[in-house]
Antibody, heavy 127, light 109 residues
C-alpha cells in the first residue's frame, strides 16, 4: 500500500523558514516524480513544485519561485520542501503527491496526474 | 501561465446525472485529471486519462474530453458524492508547470 506522510508544518513568523518532509513507503520511491500541492484555508488546490525521479528536472509555481526549494533523498525515500522568506499567503495545508506521466501515442495526448496523496501538513505564517 | 476554469458550484438530485466541466487551453494537449475532496480530507484521484478510474472508484464516475473542455460525469449521484471536485493538468506551453481548476462544489439534493 502506498503511503505518503508529511511532517514539519507549524507556526512561523513572516520572513521565517520551514522545512517540510514527506516520507514515502509501499512503492519504489526512486522511480517516481513527486510534487507538492498546497491548499490555503477555504481555498482551492494550488500546485507548488515538482521534482523528477533523479532530481534532474525541477519546476516551481511562480508564486514560490526563488523562495522554495524542492529536493529528495531516494536512499531515505523522502521528499522535502525548504520554504524561506515565508509570507502570510503561504499559509496552507501542504500535500505531497506521487506523479504519473506519459504520452498516449494513439490519442496524441499527454497524461499528468497525481495518483496518491499524503494527508497534508499545516503551515501557518503569522506574527 | 495556463488556467483551468470550473463552475464554482453545481447541484444534482439524488440518483440523477451531473456533469462538471473544466476549460483550458492545456486540455488540447493534456487529458485532465479529476480529484474529489471531502471536508478535512486529502484529495482523491477519481478520473485520469481519456476515461480511466483508479481501483476503488465507482463506475458511476466517468470522464470525457473535447477540444479545450474536459468533463467529469457522475451517473446516478449518491449522497456520498457531495464534495469538491478539481480538474488538473500541466501547462502545455512547455513550462512544465502544473495547474488546477478553481474547484466545483457539488451538492447532492
Amino acid at each position: 500500500e502506498v503511503q505518503l506522510v508529511e511532517s514539519g508544518g507549524g507556526l512561523v513568523k513572516p520572513g521565517g523558514s520551514l522545512r517540510l518532509s514527506c516520507a514515502a513507503s509501499g512503492f519504489t520511491f526512486s522511480s517516481y516524480s513527486m510534487n507538492w500541492v498546497r491548499q490555503a484555508p477555504g481555498k482551492g488546490l494550488e500546485w507548488v513544485s515538482s521534482i523528477s525521479s533523479s532530481s534532474s528536472y525541477i519546476h516551481y509555481a511562480d508564486s514560490v519561485k526563488g523562495r522554495f526549494t524542492i529536493s529528495r533523498d531516494n536512499a531515505k525515500n523522502s521528499l522535502y520542501l525548504q520554504m524561506n522568506s515565508l509570507r502570510a499567503e503561504d499559509t496552507a495545508v501542504y500535500y505531497c503527491a506521487r506523479e504519473e506521466t506519459y504520452y498516449d501515442i494513439l490519442s496524441g495526448y499527454s497524461l499528468w496526474y497525481f495518483d496518491d496523496w499524503g494527508q497534508g501538513t499545516l503551515v501557518t505564517v503569522s506574527s | 501561465s495556463s488556467e483551468l476554469t470550473q463552475d464554482p458550484a453545481v447541484s444534482v438530485a439524488l440518483g440523477q446525472t451531473v456533469r462538471i466541466t473544466c476549460q483550458g487551453d492545456s486540455l488540447r494537449s493534456y487529458y485532465a485529471s479529476w480529484y474529489q475532496q471531502k471536508p478535512g480530507q486529502a484529495p482523491v484521484l477519481v478520473i485520469y486519462g481519456k476515461n480511466n478510474r483508479p481501483s476503488g472508484i465507482p463506475d458511476r464516475f466517468s470522464g470525457s474530453s473535447s477540444g479545450n473542455t474536459a468533463s467529469l460525469t457522475i451517473t446516478g449521484a449518491q449522497a456520498e458524492d457531495e464534495a469538491d471536485y478539481y480538474c488538473n493538468s500541466r501547462d502545455s506551453s512547455g513550462s512544465h508547470l502544473g495547474v488546477f481548476g478553481g474547484g466545483t462544489k457539488l451538492t447532492v439534493l
